[in-house]
């Protein structure tokens, strides 16, 4: 079945409506799709990105069911079964016992969390953006344990070292990555 990006937002929403939950499908979204490019996966790049855009698909309305639900919900429409193995793994270790495999469910796991920390840390900026974001700040971030303390640090470690990289690395691609449709997503979110 093919599953356009319309037909993925049109899920998404029928059971998420809090702003804060949609701007972060969205920010994981465009930071799949940064990586199915930047890791040689073009071909892949929707895919990458409808993944990013559902990986949180249950977590409004089903919160204690998170995963479970989605892989739920998203086998009654008979979604490609690749899809919903990536968006069950990344609750790998939380609410699921399915490990990503596939480097896109790595990149998932990885940076579905630090999209959450780098993002409560550009708030705390003057330019409440990323584009002027260093990889200090956020590691600074990091280390304080009271801020954006929902952002599981294990959770970002265990997914750099699942992609083989430094946390440094995982926290500079990041950001990178956030930075390219940060400003159509603020339009978008109004």
């Known amino acids: 079945m093919d599953f356009t990006r319309g037909q993925a937002w049109g899920l998404l929403t029928e059971y998420n409506k809090e702003p804060f939950h949609l701007r972060h499908a969205l920010t994981v979204e465009g930071v799949m799709r940064y990586f199915a490019q930047a890791l040689g996966y ?3 790049t929707d895919f990458w990105g409808i993944a990013g855009l559902l990986h949180d698909l249950d977590f409004e309305q089903f ?3 998170h995963c479970i639900k989605a892989a739920e919900l998203m086998q009654a429409r008979g979604l490609d079964a690749r899809l919903i193995h990536a968006v069950v793994s990344h609750g790998y270790g939380i609410t699921a016992d399915v490990r990503p495999e596939h480097e896109m469910e790595k990149v998932l796991f990885a940076t579905d969390e630090l999209t959450g920390l780098i993002g409560a840390a550009a708030l705390m900026r003057p330019s409440k953006s990323v584009q002027d974001m260093e990889a200090k ?5 990091f280390k304080d ?3 954006a303390a929902g952002c599981s640090r294990e959770v970002i470690r265990q997914g750099a070292d699942m992609l083989g990289w430094t946390l440094d690395e995982l926290v500079e691609k990041t950001i990178l990555a956030m930075r390219v449709d940060e400003q ?3 339009k978008a979110m109004g």
């Open 137 to 141: 700040s956020v590691k600074k971030k």
């Open 145 to 147: 344990k009271k801020f």
């Open 63 to 65: 919160p204690e069911q």
């Open 184 to 186: 159509a997503i603020n």
């Open 42 to 44: 073009g071909g892949e």
